[in-house]
């Protein structure tokens, strides 16, 4: 059985975190009982970040518009804790690298040509990672 591309994905990024480090400390999200939980934790010496991955394929189109596509519970999950004040990102994942989202953007639509201008590596995603959390 192969990956889902989400999967992949996140593996992707975390290969990126330096070997034998414990920052930044993660946790991947799994429990079919608290449905809109978002897919990963993280702790570092910092702050904590929580994170929903999605995988999207780019549209040809430069102007199609892409949105996010979280459920109407990791919707909710995410604005209840940004309204805690907590530190939050929806990456979507393509073949080319991700996109960050952050406050309150992955509830907004982009184009596929603005997506394409933020797309970053996987490498400067856990990068980002490691920055937000402090563990760098």
């Not at 991700?98 to 309150?104: C, D, K, S």
């Not at 603005?114 to 402090?134: C, H, L, P, Y």
């Amino acid at each position: 059985m192969s990956a889902k591309p989400e999967t992949t994905f996140i593996s992707g990024v975390h290969k990126h975190f330096p070997p034998g480090r414990k920052n930044p400390y993660w946790m991947k999200n799994n429990n079919v009982y608290t449905a809109g939980v978002w897919d990963c934790w993280y702790s570092g010496p910092a702050r904590d970040l929580w994170v929903e991955y999605k995988f999207a394929v780019i549209p040809k189109r430069d102007s199609t518009l892409m949105v996010p596509s979280l459920s109407a519970l990791q919707l909710d999950w995410g604005a209840a804790r940004f309204a805690e004040g907590r530190n939050l990102a929806v990456i979507i994942g393509c073949k080319e690298g991700g996109v960050i989202f952050e406050n309150l953007e992955w509830a907004e639509k982009i184009t596929a040509a603005a997506f394409k201008v933020r797309v970053q590596s996987r490498k400067e995603i856990a990068d980002w990672i490691m920055n937000r959390t402090g563990a760098l």
